[in-house]
């Protein structure tokens, strides 16, 4: 089983819609959580860390729940510009590990 | 602020050679790592350099091999190229401690082929 495991994609979805991506994780020491936004040929940048209480970030809601080693992304009234890779990371013991990605295609 | 430079961008090389990869870090990150993307994955983690010594690696043969310098640059060195290798290889630099510590950012990658 791999450490970090989501969604299989790609996900289609039409502007405006809300859109919600999940991530198990295996390994129960995992200390800190994130999600991260790769664009099509270029690099992973940070999109948000995800803390216990959950947090928000405009249109992006992020939520981790430790007893059932469940992190959860949602995006709401999706833009063109979300289009994207959308890649759930768990850190554990300073070994950042990434999960293999939920492409997203937002349709006009 | 220069972020974190990647070198070469591309480079093509053949069967059993080898492969010296640079990373320059984000300015005032002391964290370096190095990971490999193939096509339609996620980034694999190779290893972790800080304070110049590899202190985590991930599932990786020793043909996978790194440095750090005092100014904390890296390198990664990849002897005994096999077509697998073929992958675009990224460095991402971080904070050790203090707020922002593990949040990575990332160069532009360097794109390898093994013919």
């Known amino acids: 089983r791999k450490e970090v495991e989501q969604d299989p994609g790609p996900f289609n979805v039409p502007e405006g819609a809300t859109v919600a991506f999940n991530c198990t994780y295996s390994?129960?020491?995992?200390?800190?959580f994130f999600w991260y936004r790769q664009d099509c040929r270029k690099e992973p940048k940070l999109l948000m860390s995800?803390?216990?209480s959950g947090n928000e970030d405009g249109r992006f809601t992020a939520q981790l729940n430790r007893a059932s080693q469940y992190i959860s992304l949602l995006i709401r009234d999706s833009k063109l510009s979300d289009s994207a890779t959308y890649l759930c990371?768990?850190?554990?013991?300073?070994?950042?590990?990434f999960g293999k990605g939920t492409r997203l295609h937002i349709l006009p | 602020d220069a972020g974190v430079t990647q070198s070469p961008t591309h480079l093509i090389k053949t069967r059993g050679q080898q492969v010296t990869l640079r990373c320059s870090p984000k300015?005032?990150?002391?964290?370096v790592s190095w990971y490999q993307q193939a096509l339609g994955q996620g980034p694999q983690f190779i290893f972790q350099?800080?304070?110049?010594?590899?202190?985590q690696r991930g599932n990786f043969p020793d043909r996978f091999s790194g440095h750090q310098f005092p100014n904390y640059s890296s390198e990664l060195n990849v002897n005994a190229l096999l077509l697998g290798d073929s992958a675009l290889y990224l460095c991402?630099?971080?904070?050790?401690?203090?707020?922002?510590?593990?949040?990575?950012?990332f160069g532009a990658g360097s794109r390898l082929t093994v013919l």
């Open positions: 991402a630099s971080s904070y050790e401690t203090g707020v922002g510590a593990n949040v990575l950012t």
């Open positions: 390994n129960s020491a995992s200390q800190s």
């Open positions: 995800v803390y216990s």
């Open positions: 990371v768990v850190n554990r013991d300073d070994k950042i590990i």
């Open positions: 300015s005032g990150h002391d964290t």
């Open positions: 350099y800080y304070e110049e010594e590899e202190r």
